[in-house]
């Protein structure tokens, strides 16, 4: 029966150490992290997740600015602001919650942010330097960061000799998660939906990372015994045993069968998704003291 790690608990760790550096860079260079998150439209799915991380930033002690536009706004309206944050010497972190409404054009956007106020990693500098393995001299995208952190704890920094497969190709989440293995020396393989006999794939890994964002897609007899496994998917499913018109959260692994086979598993709720707004607090800290000259910690 595999180990079960409690995101929760590990991003509550992250946090700690995250306001510890905010005292820190506060009592030597008097500067205050500043993040701004922009929000553009009325999903409610998105709307839950930005105020998450406006809270959370203000519990960190960051100066925490929500910017809730229409869903209307123009694409000239959200370039200007995000203009208006880059040269705002208070902030730090710039997120657009993404996905923006059908009519705007979220590449643009993304690649306006000034790569150094970029907290979601998503700028081309920073998606580059990850993909060239420069771990340390931008910021890497939160959820592949937060994923790493749960490998690091099974499996020390260096993963020579390990077989790592990624399902998911997505610039988001597949790709830079894919390269911050490579960079810790796995062997890594990235699937995706082309891959032939993905379930034979899958039976190679040391680790395996789900991210599909299909319901409990992975099942035990795809999994090695004794592997890790990391669950990326947030799908939401009809559970009719909660009441009539009820829902829940379930990831991209079959968990109760997997939990089996695997030897340590993230679950859904409560793995990977707490450590996205941890990494995002930590990638923010981090880019305050670059601003202010001073070495940031790690994470
Ligand atoms: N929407 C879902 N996940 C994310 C994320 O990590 N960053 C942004 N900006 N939007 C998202």
Known sequence: MGEIIDGRQVAAEVIESVKA?????????????????????????????????????????????????????????????????????????????????????????????????????????????????????????????????????????????????VIGRSNLFGKPMSALLLAANATVTTAHSRTRDLPAVCRNADILVAAVGRAEMVKADWIKPGATVIDVGINRVPAPEKGEGKSRLVGDVAFEDARQVAGVITPVPGGVGPMTIAMLMANTVKAAYRKAGVPPPKF
């Open 21 to 165: 550096a905010t005292s820190v860079l506060e009592a030597t260079a008097s500067v205050t992290p500043g993040l701004a998150v922009i929000i553009v439209g009325d999903d409610p799915a998105s709307h839950a997740y930005v105020g998450a991380k406006s809270r959370m930033a203000k519990e960190c002690g960051f100066k925490s600015v929500q910017h809730t536009l229409p869903a209307e706004t123009t694409q000239a309206e959200l370039a200007n602001l995000v203009e208006t944050l880059n040269g705002d010497q208070s902030i730090h972190g710039i997120l657009v919650q993404l996905p923006l409404p059908k009519h705007l054009n979220c590449d643009p956007i993304i690649q306006s942010i000034l790569p150094e106020k970029d907290v979601d990693g998503l700028h081309v500098v920073n998606a580059g330097k990850v993909a060239t393995g420069d771990l340390d001299g931008g910021l890497v995208s939160c959820t592949p960061a937060g994923a790493m952190v749960f490998v690091r704890r099974v499996h020390g920094d260096d993963l020579s000799g390990l077989n790592a497969v």
